[in-house]
């Protein structure tokens, strides 16, 4: 129900998409369904406790939930973009995840259909208002976002 919308708004579907290495910001559409649930997660800027923050909350989200960052994220895990999951921020100045130093990850954020390695695409995934930034100087290979998944428009 929650992608319904932007079904109805004929959302053009998304090849699988790999970003250069570095830092994109993303604004994009954030369609809210009726039961969405607010998951907010308080950075600290500290590896370890941003990691298990993130992460906790991906997997305690259910489809159609909105996980909101408030502040800097440092993590050292790809963050997944669950389909049917909204990702967004206060604003993309204020609200950011960041690679750490040395993680030298293949994604910073990932389709969860690109983590598990299926060739189908999951459905949307929203992020807005927040900013990804993959460390460029302090890491190497590191996609910043890659993307698998049908209906998916990126604005910027």
């Given at each position: 129900p929650a992608l319904e919308g932007a079904e109805r708004r004929g959302a053009a579907a998304a090849r699988p998409t790999a970003m250069a290495p570095g830092r994109l910001l993303c604004p994009l559409l954030l369609v809210?369904?009726?039961?969405?649930?607010?998951?907010?997660?308080?950075?600290?800027?500290?590896?370890?406790?941003?990691?298990?923050?993130?992460?906790?909350?991906?997997?305690?989200?259910?489809?159609?939930?909105?996980?909101?960052?408030?502040?800097?994220?440092?993590?050292?895990?790809?963050?997944?973009?669950?389909?049917?999951?909204?990702?967004?921020?206060?604003?993309?100045?204020?609200?950011?995840?960041?690679?750490?130093?040395g993680a030298n990850l293949p994604a910073l954020a990932a389709s969860d259909a690109w983590l598990k390695g299926t060739v189908a695409p999951g459905s949307a995934t929203r992020i807005a208002h927040?900013?990804?930034?993959?460390?460029?100087?302090?890491?190497?290979?590191?996609?910043?976002?890659?993307?698998?998944?049908?209906l998916l428009n990126v604005y910027d």
């Open positions: 809210h369904g009726a039961g969405a649930r607010q998951l907010d997660v308080h950075c600290q800027r500290d590896v370890v406790i941003d990691t298990a923050a993130i992460l906790n909350t991906v997997n305690a989200s259910l489809k159609g939930d909105v996980i909101q960052i408030h502040g800097t994220c440092v993590v050292n895990e790809t963050v997944p973009l669950l389909e049917g999951r909204g990702f967004v921020g206060v604003d993309k100045n204020s609200s950011r995840i960041v690679q750490a130093d927040l900013t990804l930034d993959g460390n460029s100087q302090a890491n190497t290979g590191t996609h910043t976002i890659v993307l698998r998944a049908w």
